[in-house]
């Protein structure tokens, strides 16, 4: 009976089985199996139920649990069949409880396969019916996956793509960036204050099965080894051909608007709601003297003494409540000229709400002068 006490209180003392190694666990198995051999009680046999039971519970794997088993079975066997009677009768019947628990863990596993595959299943789905192009590079720059959508971007199908290097891809430029960010993401990985879930977005162009050339975007982030170490890259890319006309329309516009404020002999600006400047026209960067990265964006009284500057204020807040034109005179602190200001709103074409005031200031001087005779 004191052996039976001393097993069950070295039983007792294990608290928590996550701090134990798997070798600790053999050993103490072992240990817990030989006292059920020798007192021969189903009391051993029950806390060694569940010992296996709480190896269960803390998912070590069934080869763990059967390797217990089986080389536990046959060291007793092959050392102890001649010596014990009825040995064999007890082993089966805890092979039979064993096998049990076992069949527990199997099932239990089988169910992680499942899940495990059908989450795969709702990936696969996913990334093979998304717009974007979704890919996998191992750390020799070598497509290990690419989504189906690769064949509406480039033209390739995804068994062609596979045999693809990034230099038949990536235009020569494109290529280029995209290898220094590589290697800058890799020196950032030395650092012990690197954010392992970080990305980077990145606009280059691909060259299509055809020869033609297309922008994308892509969000790009290392996919990690279990020792978090960098194992592949996933890019996610989607075309942006369309961003880039609208864009180059923009400019198109904007460059047609200033060669129309440039051709008018007057000061023309436009200015916001706060008076910051948006755009201006040469003559009037040629009068503040000043190039127009030092102008845009910069509020009108960083240029102008504080007395006119609440009077321009109060006629661009003017405009914005009521929306009517505003003509005002006014002479410079410069050099005393005498300007015809015109503050017009600038209505958003969709809401119809004033999102800035135009204002052209044309020079009176001389047609004051000649009125004076």
């Known amino acids: 009976?004191?052996?039976?006490?001393?097993?069950?209180?070295?039983?007792?003392?294990?608290?928590?089985?996550?701090?134990i190694t798997e070798k600790s666990i053999i050993k103490r198995y072992k240990e817990i199996f030989s006292s059920y051999i020798e007192n021969k009680d189903g009391e051993s046999l029950y806390e060694l139920s569940k010992l296996v039971r709480m190896c269960m519970d803390l998912n070590f794997g069934p080869e763990i649990l059967i390797d217990l088993h089986f080389s536990t079975v046959?060291?007793?066997?092959?050392?102890?069949?001649?010596k014990t009677p009825g040995l064999l009768k007890r082993l089966a019947s805890y092979s039979l409880i064993h096998h049990e628990l076992v069949k527990?863990?199997?099932?239990?596993?089988?169910e992680a396969e499942e899940a495990l595959l059908q989450s795969e299943k709702r990936y696969r789905l996913l990334a093979d019916n998304a717009s974007d192009v979704i890919w996998t590079v191992d750390m020799n720059m070598n497509l290990t996956y690419a989504s189906p959508s690769i064949t509406r971007l480039l033209g390739y199908s995804v068994e062609e793509s596979m045999i693809n290097t990034m230099e038949e891809v990536f235009t020569p430029a494109s290529y280029e960036r995209a290898m220094k960010i590589v290697s800058e993401e890799l020196e950032i990985e030395n650092s012990e204050q690197k954010d392992i879930s970080r990305s980077r977005v990145l606009e280059f162009d691909l060259r299509r099965k055809d020869g033609s050339i297309v922008p994308v975007e892509g969000h790009f982030r290392f996919l990690r080894d279990p020792n978090g170490q960098p194992a592949e890259i996933l890019g996610m890319v989607r075309?942006?051909?369309?961003?880039?006309?609208?864009?180059?329309?923009h400019k198109e516009s904007e460059d047609k608007c200033y060669s129309l404020v440039n051709s008018i002999d007057s000061h023309v600006y436009l200015v916001d709601r706060d008076c910051k400047y948006l755009l201006v026209n040469n003559r009037y960067l040629s009068r503040l003297g000043l190039p127009r990265d030092q102008v845009i964006g910069r509020a009108y009284g960083e240029f102008h003494p504080k007395a006119s500057t609440e009077r321009f204020v109060g006629t661009v807040k003017e405009v914005f409540k009521t929306g009517k034109v505003i003509h005002l005179e006014c002479i410079s602190h410069r050099d005393g000229r005498q300007f015809l200001r015109t503050f017009s709103p600038v209505k958003d074409q969709k809401t119809g709400k004033i999102i800035a005031v135009t204002?052209?200031?044309?020079?009176?001087?001389?047609?004051?002068?000649?009125?004076?005779?």
């Open 74 to 82: 046959k060291e007793f066997i092959e050392n102890e069949e001649k």
């Open 1 to 19: 009976m004191a052996k039976n006490k001393d097993s069950n209180t070295n039983i007792n003392q294990i608290d928590s089985f996550k701090q």
């Open 359 to 373: 204002v052209i200031s044309k020079d009176i001087t001389e047609n004051e002068q000649e009125d004076a005779f």
């Open 104 to 110: 527990g863990l199997r099932k239990k596993v089988k």
């Open 239 to 249: 075309d942006i051909t369309d961003r880039k006309r609208a864009e180059y329309a």
